[in-house]
């Protein structure tokens, strides 16, 4: 079921930032709410990791090595930018800016650089975090990803202890629980078009003022 585009002359367009540790299934969550809502835009990210053998990757993710990712650090083209899991992650600036202008926009990325997006544009930016009922199940999660080498699995489910620590900063904590992402997606895909439409206000509640 396809959810109605809102009502643009509601408000200005907003950014909903989808953050959740490894394995929680914030890709599948944030694909499916993208489906489920056409009127909602995605945004191009920069990466300094490389493409991952035998798996199709997004075509909104750029591969570039560290010495380009730096460049543009310099340039201030990024909206955020972060160390994620041993590798360089940035939103793209113009991307944002130029989309931002007409379509509600759904980024998925990490706490880090969700909380820079909420401090610098804190009345368009909703914060959903996205997670599992256990650390037990979340290592259990990760661990059945065959791509990943022991090293990487280490360090993302360290990654996921420190990003579990700043969902008390977001907007909404919305479980995912085992077997149940078509409730998560209706949930998530809900909440977005009422905020959107303006029939659901705003998050109040601004994230913390300090970088994590
Ligand atoms: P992956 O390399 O598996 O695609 O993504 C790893 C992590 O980086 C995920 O938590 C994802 O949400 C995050 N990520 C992806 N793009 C960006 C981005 O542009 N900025 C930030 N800060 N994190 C990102």
Known sequence: ????????????????????????????????????????????????????????????????????????????EFLEWAVVHGNLYGTDGPTVRERLQRHHLLLNIDPQGALQIKQRLPDRTVLIFLKAESADELVARISRRQHMDPAELKRRLEGARR??????????????????????????????????????????????????
């Open 1 to 76: 079921m396809k959810l109605t585009a809102p009502v643009s002359s509601r408000g200005p367009c907003r950014m909903f930032i989808i953050s959740g540790p490894s394995g929680v299934g914030k890709t599948t969550v944030a694909k499916a709410v993208l489906r489920r809502c056409p009127w909602l835009m995605t945004t191009v990210s920069y990466t300094t990791r490389t493409e991952r053998v035998g798996k199709k990757e997004d075509k909104t993710m750029i591969h570039v090595d560290e010495e380009t990712f730096r460049g543009k650090v310099n340039r201030g």
């Open 163 to 212: 990003e579990l620590k700043l969902a008390r900063h977001y907007d909404y904590v919305i479980l995912n629980a085992n077997g149940k992402a078509a409730q998560t997606i209706a949930k998530v895909a809900a909440l977005i078009a009422r905020i959107a439409s303006g029939t659901r206000p705003m998050p109040a509640r601004l994230a913390a003022p300090s970088r994590p």
